[in-house]
């Protein structure tokens, strides 16, 4: 049986808060501009931290993106684009997951970028079903804010219980697994 010919391709960047995950995505984003190939962003339109119509790096790194309610405005608003960029993938429902096959399935590259684990260190849905059909899986490493080792955790720094929570520094730390301070709730 012949290979699709317009078979696309799903790439997951994930990993804790403070782990280089939205600049490698506008890494890869910036290179398909490069090569002149039509990029379309999107972000959820909850996280409105740096800014409402760029994604935005912890180090200040932007690009222009599309803030959307629900995953599937990202199918609605890419015929066009050949390179479609996520950012923050784990606030958007389950139908991610439908919607990237689909785009992917149209020959576009999906690359999403997104928190694997909650601050309780529990998968983050939608990202592990991603993470299963995606041709390529990198995951980045922050630095440990208490021992400066490699850290895959997301250490939530207040009381707040519910799980998801729009924030950066002062209310999250990345920690490793020694330094991590599991919290069930």
């Known amino acids: 049986m012949p290979a699709n010919p317009l078979a696309g391709s799903i790439e997951i960047i994930c990993g804790s808060m403070f782990s280089g995950k939205t600049e490698e995505l506008i890494r890869r984003l910036r290179r398909a501009e490069i090569a002149r190939q039509k990029v379309a962003i999107f ?3 909850i996280d ?3 800014s409402n119509d760029h994604i935005v790096s912890h180090n200040e790194q932007k690009l222009r993106s599309f803030p959307v309610r629900s995953a ?3 199918l609605q ?3 066009e684009a050949q390179v479609i960029g996520i950012d923050e993938g784990q606030f958007f429902d389950a139908d991610l997951v439908e919607i990237c ?3 992917a399935e149209q020959g576009k590259r999906v690359i999403v970028a997104g928190l694997d684990m ?6 983050f849905e939608p990202m592990p079903q991603l993470m299963a ?3 390529q899986v990198t995951k980045t490493q922050a630095v440990c804010m208490q021992c400066g080792e490699p850290a895959s955790y997301t250490q939530r720094l207040t009381d707040v219980k519910e799980r998801v929570v729009v924030g950066a520094k002062g209310m999250y730390e990345a920690r490793c697994r020694k330094c991590y301070e599991p919290r069930e709730e």
């Open 77 to 79: 608003k890419s015929d």
């Open 118 to 123: 909650d601050y309780r260190g529990k998968p």
């Open 133 to 135: 059909i995606a041709e």
């Open 48 to 50: 409105e931290r740096y």
């Open 72 to 74: 599937k405005e990202i």
């Open 101 to 103: 096959n689909a785009l």
């Open 43 to 45: 972000k959820p339109a």
